[in-house]
Antibody, heavy 125, light 108 residues
């Protein structure tokens, strides 16, 4: 059974750096094809993909955030860490981590089939 | 970036009715790379459909997806009370992966 859980601060000040940890069970980030993505959702708004890290250490970031965003993994701890610098009020959102989708035939692709419950991050002084 | 425009913004229907949700892309998306999610208040999104028409594990067969090119559709044949929620499409072809703004299906 795959589970993911986000953890980190609920409140950060403008200009500060946000660090969120995604701790997962039920899969390994050393398995070929596996990936973990980060997606956020401002209150009452739509979903926004931020970035994904893959089993082979490849990462892909949203171009709008690439200068501020870093995603790393610790395979031994089953964790993925998101770091976002220079936080602003517009970054207030629920942040989700999610498992890269795996089809019934075992093929992985960049939709998300398991999601964490999300963590609300408010940016305010 | 590929912009996904979902319509209508809100769909007001009664249980038992058929729901047809549209997702239009600003440029062509391979049918391999289009997914649909359901989200209820206070919950994360739940994957319903991937590769345009393939149901995810646990998705009831009253949900079906279709489409190609720039026009994709999620159909719910007979709405059950638990289907009233917000639905998002996502394209995962060229990065950045993008989501539509959502269609809310509420009870008439």
């Amino acid at each position: 059974q795959i589970t993911l859980k986000e953890s980190g601060p609920s409140l950060v000040k403008p200009t500060q750096t946000l660090t969120l940890t995604c701790t997962f069970t039920g899969f390994s980030l050393s398995t070929s094809g596996v990936g973990v993505g980060w997606i956020r959702q401002p209150p009452g708004k739509a979903l926004e993909w931020l970035g994904t890290i893959y089993w082979d250490d490849d990462t892909r970031y949203s171009p709008s955030l690439t200068s501020r965003l870093t995603i790393t993994k610790d395979t031994s701890k089953n964790q993925v860490v998101l770091t976002m610098t220079n936080m602003d009020a517009v970054d207030t959102a629920t942040y989700y981590c999610a498992h890269r989708g795996r089809s019934s035939s075992g093929y992985y692709d960049d939709y998300f089939d398991f999601w964490g419950q999300g963590t609300l991050v408010t940016v305010s002084s | 970036d590929i912009v996904l425009t979902q319509s209508p913004g809100t769909l007001s229907l009664s249980p038992g009715e058929r729901a047809t949700l549209s997702c239009r892309a600003s440029q062509s998306v391979s049918s391999t790379y289009l997914a649909w999610y359901q989200q209820k208040p206070g919950q994360p999104p739940r994957l319903l459909i991937y590769a345009t028409s393939r149901r995810a594990t646990g998705t009831p067969d009253r949900f079906s997806g279709s489409g190609s090119g720039t026009d994709f559709t999620l159909t719910i044949t007979r709405l059950e009370p638990e289907d009233f929620a917000i639905y998002y499409c996502q394209q995962y072809g060229p990065t950045p992966w993008t989501f539509g703004q959502g269609t809310k299906v509420d009870i008439k």
